[in-house]
DNA sequence: TTCTTCATCCTTGCATGGTAGCATTTTAAT
DNA sequence: ATTAAAATGCTACCATGCAAGGATGAAGAA
C-alpha cells in the first residue's frame, strides 16, 4: 500500500501565512497599518524566521509591502490589481469552462450533483457562510476536472484584493439563489455538451459580482490606494 | 525631482534567487538533481538564510521541490504544467491584444516600432540572443500597455518548465523571419483597430512555438516527471 | 542468508543575535 | 530661531547553531 503521508502537519511558516492572510483579508489588519515580524512572532509565540517567510510570500502576493530595513505595512486594496484578477478569471474561467465539456465524466458528474444539492440544501437552511465554501468549491471543481489546478490556484492567489473588498460591504447583497440558478445551468451545459451555452451563463455570473467598488472606495478611502 | 531610488541594490536573497533560476532553466542543475540550502550557500558563500529564501519561492514556482527534514530536488520538467503554461498563455495573450487595440497611443506607438525595427536588424545581423530578448519585450509592452504586468509576471514565472524545454531543443529551428512577419502583423492589425485580425494571428504565432516534445522526451526521458 | 534494530549521518525547520541602513530626535553651532 | 550634524532607536536582513526527523548502513538475531 502506498503511503501518501499527505503532511497532515503544517509548518509553522504554513501556519503563520494561513493567520496572517486570514487577518488580512478579514481587515482585522487593516490596509496601510505596519506590522513587524518582531510583533507578530511575539504574538503568536513563535520566532521570527517562520514570520519572515510567511512575510515574504504575502509580499509576493502584494498583501503586505516591504521596505526594507525600514518596515512592513499591510498593502492598501488595489483596484488596478482588483481590475486585473478580474481579466483573468473572466478569461480564464470562460475557457476552462468550454473545455470541461469534453472532460465530464462519471466521476465528476457526482461530484457535481453532490456540490449543487448541498447548495439547496444550505439555501433552505440558510447557511450562507457553508454556500460560499460550496461556490468556490463548484468552480474549483470545474479547474480540477481539466487539469488546471495550478491556474486556480494563481488566480485565487491574484483575487486577495477582490476579497477584502467582499468583506467591505458585510452586508452582502448576494442573491444566492440566482447564483445557484446559475451554477445549475452552467452545469446542465456541460453535461449536455453545450460549451457556448455554457460560456455565456458563465459569464453573467462572474459580472454578477461586480459591484459598487466607486461608493466603498468613497467610505473607506484610507484603505484605497 | 522626484528620487526614486528603484532598489538598484539587489538583496542577497533575490540574487541567488536569479542565479538558482538561471541554472535551473539552463539545465545547469538537472532536472532531478538533489541540492542543499548548505551546498548552495557554499558555493555562493553567503549564509544559509537568503539561499532558504530563495528555494521557498522557487518552490512556489514548482521549479524544485522540497521534501522537508529529508532534501530537496529539482523538479521534473512537467508536461502538464507546460500545458496548463500554454493554455494560460494561449487565452490570456489573445484576450490581451483584442483589448490593446483600445489602448494604444503615440507612446506606445513609438515604442512598438523601435522594437520592430530593432527586431529586423537583429534578424539582418543574426543577433538571435538580443532577438530573443526582443521578442519577449514585444509581448511584455502589450500586457504593459493594457495595465496588466501582474498577469504577464504570473504568466511567464508558469512557463519556467517550458523555458526548460526551449534550451534542451538547442538547435533551435525558430524561423525568425516568420515570427518577426507577425509581429508586424499583430501591431498592424492594433494599430488600425482590428481585434479579430488580431487575434487570429497572434493564436498562429503562439501555435507555432508548439514542437516535438514528445521526441524530446524520448531523448531525454531521465528529465521528465 | 534474511530480517530487524539501532546508531549515525544527512537534510530542512526553527530560534536567536548581530548588522546595516533609514528615520527621528537630540544636540550643537551659527 | 534656524540649521546642520550627530546620536539614538527602529526596521528588516543575514549569519549561525541547534533541533527534529527521515535515510542509510552496520550489527545482531533468527
Not at 455565456?200 to 490606494?225: A, R, S
Amino acid at each position: 500500500m502506498h503511503k501518501d503521508r499527505t503532511h497532515v502537519q503544517l509548518s509553522a511558516r504554513d501556519k503563520m501565512y494561513e493567520h496572517i492572510k486570514n487577518r488580512i483579508i478579514n481587515l482585522d489588519y487593516e490596509p496601510g497599518e505596519k506590522i513587524s515580524e518582531k510583533d507578530v512572532a511575539l504574538h503568536y509565540n513563535v520566532s521570527k524566521t517562520p514570520v519572515r517567510e510567511a512575510f515574504l510570500k504575502l509580499a509576493e502576493e502584494e498583501l503586505i509591502k516591504i521596505y526594507p530595513q525600514r518596515y512592513t505595512a499591510v498593502s492598501k486594496i488595489d483596484l488596478d490589481l482588483v481590475e486585473e484578477g478580474r481579466f483573468l478569471r473572466e478569461n480564464i474561467e470562460c475557457a476552462i469552462v468550454k473545455e470541461a465539456c469534453n472532460k465530464l465524466n462519471d466521476d465528476y458528474f457526482m461530484h457535481f450533483e453532490l456540490n449543487l444539492k448541498l447548495q439547496q440544501f444550505c439555501i433552505e437552511k440558510g447557511s450562507y457562510q457553508e454556500l460560499f465554501g460550496l461556490d468556490e468549491e463548484f468552480h474549483r471543481l470545474l479547474f480540477e476536472m481539466c487539469n488546471k489546478l495550478r491556474i486556480w490556484k494563481l488566480m485565487r492567489s491574484m483575487n486577495s484584493h477582490f476579497d477584502r473588498l467582499r468583506v467591505l460591504r458585510l452586508a452582502s447583497n448576494h442573491d444566492w439563489k440566482i447564483l445557484f440558478d446559475q451554477h445549475t445551468r452552467i452545469f446542465d451545459n456541460i453535461s449536455s455538451g453545450q460549451p457556448e451555452k455554457a460560456e455565456k451563463v458563465m459569464l453573467d455570473h462572474l459580472n454578477l459580482v461586480h459591484f459598487e467598488t466607486k461608493e466603498l472606495k468613497e467610505q473607506y478611502l484610507d484603505y484605497f490606494e
